[in-house]
């Protein structure tokens, strides 16, 4: 990284790094860091896609691979386990052997496993195709947003690329169904695996000559106890929240998984108090912006994601839409995201992160309760797309004031750490909301028919609205207080210039 890339970099006190330029300098988009944005940009949102395209495609799946409907589901669960288990680890290993060169072999992984997802021919060698596309997406996802944070100084500049990158993932996510529909539809499910091949090549050739390596000057240890406790305990949490959501919170499948999961990461913790290199230090978890930054992205995503999949019920189940349909739908609620990403870096420089954390999440609290409303006919369209158009903008400006919150303040040896704890967040509150509002959803119907349906979803979004203002609270209480890692920090309020 040039001296002329990384110029401007403060701290979160607002006071300069050292060997960095004075508060005020002039941050601007260099035709190489443009570059650097466009190929990370690329690679992140093929990854958001990936969380999302199959769902459509599922029963076609099924139907011409052979697999049960009770396994169906681990079509989904397989990937979700290794993306959300592996990502702290991943993000360590990126900062111990370099970033660009674990994002590059996962890329090489995940094109590989896309490759044979799409050419297997039994129910084996597709789980075993998204096992690997999962573990690639650990590596990639963390790696590749330290390669955004170390390339990117922190600032107006920094908070513009998290904004991007941002909002190109949610949009990923409702693209994702979208395109996953017209390929099953157009061609075969087998191209939701194959699209992901000429990326994964594209981004693989360019990568090398425009992303420089980035590593610390001295290899850090690797915590080995630590890595092996945080990895098992994340996968028993995540298999327990999958199987919670299939066969219900009071079930042995569930609760087992659960509550070891609970006890490897108790251990993870004292491991890490002992550990004289520490995977996760408990200095970093001591700062506020870290832990409650952390805190208020879990429940953004997991609120959001899990919203989607109530209103695809609702859009199926009450007023009777195609999945393509329903799929289609929600490209308003991809154009709030896109709208919220791209503000959001101003909205920041104007009142804050914290703020904008706040501010978010009012929008998406009041827009989410406004789906209270809904009723059984499609006359109340007007209403789910005005109300989702709102929340993705207030999402998305809570994601993005969650990333530059999580990872500022923090020296460059440590940003794999952090967009390692941030990427695991993402995953994990992706893989818990969907069980979590199911369990709701399911427990409040009553009866039968499409009023019934419509009256167990209402409650379900209550909860969720209820959740988002308690995230709202949490950011309201906790991130305040003098700057340091044991007070918490104020984030700055930068002036944002020109990418141009």
Known sequence: MSTADTAGTTDITGACAPGTARPGTAQRLTPRLLLVLVVLLAAQFMLAVDFSILNVALPVIGEGLGFSLAYLQWIATAFALCAAGFTLLFGRLADVFGRRRIFLGGL???????????????????????VFQGLATAAVTPAGLSLLTTSFPEGPLRERALGLNGALMSAGFTTGAILGGLLTDLLSWRWAFFINVPVAALVLVTAPIVIKESRPDSRPRLDVPGAVSVTLGLLAVVFGLTQAGEHGWDTAGALIPLAVGGLLLVVFHL???????????????GRRTVAWGNIAGLIAFLTETSLVFLLTLYLQNVLGFSPLAAGLSFGVLGLGTVLGGSIAPRVIGGIGARATLIAGGLVQAVSTAALLGLGDDRSWMWLLLAATFAGGVGNMLVIVGFMVTATSGLPDHEQGLATGLATMTQQIGITMGTPIMSAIATSAIAGTGAAAVLGGLKAAIAVNAAVVLLGVLTSLVFLRGPAGPAGGARLPRSNPEPMD
């Not at 896309?114 to 084996?124: I, K, T």
């Not at 002992?274 to 996760?280: F, I």
């Open 108 to 130: 090489v992984v995940l094109g590989a496993a896309s490759l044979v997802g799409g050419l297997a021919q039994s129910p084996e060698a597709l789980i075993v195709a998204r």
């Open 271 to 285: 491991v890490e108090l002992r550990a004289p290199a520490p995977l996760v230090p408990p200095a970093v978890l």
